[in-house]
């Protein structure tokens, strides 16, 4: 039998310091650490940290009374306040009843319905800061369809090849059945 040779160099470094490393830890040891990494990665993001620094800073919002040249004709009709009206702003890209006629919300589901697990998104304008934000449309689901309030705004929609932009389809995917009943527009955030 031959007997153990330490090599030189960084062969021979690193494979002392590994032989040490085995040596001195056990495999529960080092699994129980493992573990503890993987239970504890999750919660780095919830951790606290200064957010201001870390956000990009975002281009000043025109003047109030400035009249931007490229707006679509929904973002030219859009208003911010009646939600039950087709051309209220987050409604941009919306197809179907509004919950807001429906017992809902805006970005809530009427009692004895159920959310869509997925959504189709949008950008709308809101005309009050002149900013663009992304919209998530999520369609209720589990009873008859609402029939009040029905819109199919087009802007920002996209052909069946581009899915998460189609409002064509019915979003009831994962829900307990695929009735529709209407939809809402979450606001997710300021669009880039």
């Known amino acids: 039998m031959a007997e153990f040779q330490a090599s030189t160099g ?5 494979e ?6 085995a040596g001195g830890t056990s495999r529960r040891g080092v699994l129980s650490k493992l573990g503890l990494a993987i239970v504890a990665a999750p919660v780095f993001p919830l951790l606290p940290i200064e957010r201001a620094k870390a956000q990009t800073p975002q281009a000043p919002a025109p003047a109030p009374g400035t009249v931007l040249p490229d707006l679509t004709d929904f973002q030219k009709k859009a208003q911010t306040k009646e939600d039950t009206e087709c051309n209220y702003w987050r409604y941009c890209a919306i197809d179907g009843s509004l919950c807001t006629c429906c017992g809902g919300g805006v ?3 009427p009692a004895g319905t159920q959310p869509s697990l997925t959504s189709w998104v949008g950008t709308c304008y809101n005309p009050d800061d ?3 934000y992304l919209i998530a449309y999520r369609d209720c689901c589990g009873t008859s369809g609402c029939g009040q309030c ?3 705004n087009t802007e920002e929609a996209m052909p069946t090849y581009r899915p998460q932009g189609n409002n064509e389809i019915i979003w009831c995917f994962g829900t307990s059945s695929m009735a529709y009943h209407c939809s809402t ?3 997710v955030g300021v669009a880039s």
Do not use: E, M
């Open 10 to 14: 960084i062969d021979g470094w690193s």
């Open 16 to 21: 002392r310091l590994v032989r040490r490393l």
């Open 107 to 109: 970005h809530t589901c």
């Open 130 to 132: 002149k900013r663009n």
């Open 150 to 152: 029905g819109c199919d």
């Open 185 to 187: 527009a979450a606001l």
